[in-house]
């Protein structure tokens, strides 16, 4: 959390120091309309660019923006899954997603006492919705962007199931710290899209995508480790937390709290690793 934050200041004050006057420079909804109109893929750009002309007609200011809030809206929202263009993310997240489902299952159905009472059933539809959630998102991302900017995204995101398998052979703090790490992997995607993407490069997608990936890859790295062996070593720490919590054996307590922190990561990644994407994609380009 700490280097979230750290990153996430870093990235305001480089925005803050190159930003112009806002007199000069159209509304926020008018500049979000003009990078998803540019920005989005060759074969779903024709609609998006027709907006984009249609908002530039438009000469009282206050119409415009709203124009340019509602095509935003219409954007992102419009059907994305009926014409999936078979982005190499999609496939990537879709396979981490039944990954995840099948993982989830295995330890609710190896540690019965995971199923005591009915908490458990309230935690296994959130977590449903939000893999729901992650592939909506994952869609409506596959409308912007180069396949370049999909494949680096994708290649950063899979690094953090390395580190979900490191995280899980490693006690305590050590392995709190390398979890960190996972929110600036779309930073890195952002920095290298723009060295590779050089001619069109959308590197604000590569971070996104990279953002999506690395929170589902982590959580089957992480969980599949913990697995493996069985919630790893016990510490004292663990053993009494172990106890207070009612679960046994203590594999069960482990398994149970392995699930939770992956399902939290599963947030962090996506929601701060976004944002750290989408800051360093404009703070590149503004610095260009």
Known sequence: MIIGAIALVAIGVVLVARRRRPSARPGLASRLLVTLARDAAPEAREWPLAMLAEHDAIDDPRERDRFARGAVVAIVTRRPWIRTPGRVDVVVDGACMVAAISLATTCLVVYPGLRAGTTWIVEAVLFGLGLAAYGCAALVASRFGTRTDHVVGAAAGLSAGVLGVLVGLLPGQSAVRLASLVILLPAGAVLTDRLVGRSRATPWVAGCTSALTAGLSFFVGF?????????????????????????HPFSAWAIGD???????????????????????AAAARSRA
């Open 223 to 247: 969980v599949t480790t913990s697995l493996a062996t069985s919630g790893g070593a016990p510490t004292a720490a663990a053993l009494a937390q172990a106890q207070r919590s009612g679960i």
């Open 258 to 280: 392995a699930l939770g922190g992956a399902s939290f990561m599963l947030v962090y990644a996506l929601a701060v690793g976004t944002l750290i994407g989408l800051g360093t």
